[in-house]
């Protein structure tokens, strides 16, 4: 446990812009090291606070925290490039945290949603990175929205009476959404053929893939976090199925899988939160 925790506004630069952010500096000198990396567009608090929460419970344990806007997100300088593209600022803010702590031996990414494939991306060629968090992975396609929402969404809710009295109303139409619905399946499949929404070009043809190749190069440990509740995450789950990568890397020793059955996406209330935090630093401990 640490004794005193400092948090030191800091400015470093990537692609000639100034990056703003804050570092959580734990008393005594820490050997662990966590960079939040924050997807977009949004910056270093996170929604509900949950970067700030999650950097003041791990720094009150012990690790250095730098949570830190990317370019043309929050306080920091030039235009977001898109989270495709914040390579260069996932890599300028370790080198300022490790030039920051020589006494750092270990460093972690963690991230939320699309930062998840940057940080696949970076982790795959630092070898300073001794551990990823990835939190409900963006691998957003057109078929694949359409039917996590088809499976997760309508064929669940036309079981729930309230849901059956809108319809018996008129004032929802569940049959024409699943027709269009089952329409995007087919129309998005044929079309981008997996690749998602933002014009992402990947050497295999998916965002997902490319992920998943990444974290087959990289070596270090994975910790994959799931809200239950989320749809973005179920869009992961039917995704990494249809994957023989992914099948083979949620069975890979280096990578342990946490389940919050009733969390939303940005894990909103407090519980969830709770629940984050402490299974982020089990994992971290028990990587000593």
Not at 127 to 151: C, D, M, Q, Y
Request: hydrophobic letters at 40%.
């Amino acid at each position: 446990m640490a004794g005193r925790v400092d948090e030191v506004p800091v400015s470093f630069r990537s692609e000639q812009m100034d990056l703003i952010g804050l570092l959580h500096m734990p008393d005594p000198s820490p050997s662990l090291g966590v960079v939040i990396v924050v997807g977009g567009p949004q910056y270093r608090a996170g929604s509900h606070r949950q970067f700030v929460l999650l950097a003041r419970d791990l720094a009150s344990n012990g690790a250095a925290v730098l949570r830190f806007d990317c370019r043309g997100m929050g306080d920091s300088g030039g235009n977001f490039p898109g989270f495709e593209r914040i390579g260069p600022d996932i890599a300028a803010a370790v080198d300022f945290i490790q030039s920051r702590i020589p006494s750092m031996r270990r460093l972690i990414l963690w991230g939320l949603c699309d930062a998840v494939p940057a940080i696949c991306a970076h982790a795959c060629h630092d070898p300073r990175i001794s551990g990823v968090v990835i939190v409900n992975p963006w691998v957003r396609t057109e078929s694949g929205h359409a039917r996590a929402k088809l499976k997760y969404y309508y064929l669940k809710r036309v079981l729930e009476a309230s849901f059956l009295g809108k319809v018996l109303r008129g004032r929802v139409h569940p049959f024409k959404s699943i027709r269009e619905l089952c329409a995007n399946i087919a129309l998005g499949s044929r079309k981008d053929g997996g690749v998602p929404h933002a014009g992402h070009s990947h050497t295999n043809g998916s965002l997902a893939e490319t992920m998943a190749e990444d974290l087959r190069r990289y070596h270090g440990s994975i910790l994959l976090i799931m809200s239950g509740r989320d749809l973005t995450a179920r869009e992961f789950d039917d995704t990494a199925h249809r994957s023989r990568t992914w099948r083979m890397l949620l069975s890979d020793r280096r990578l342990t899988r946490c389940d919050l059955t009733e969390a939303d996406h940005t894990f909103s209330r407090r519980e969830w939160q709770d629940k984050v935090f402490g299974s982020t630093w089990d994992w971290i401990k028990a990587l000593e």
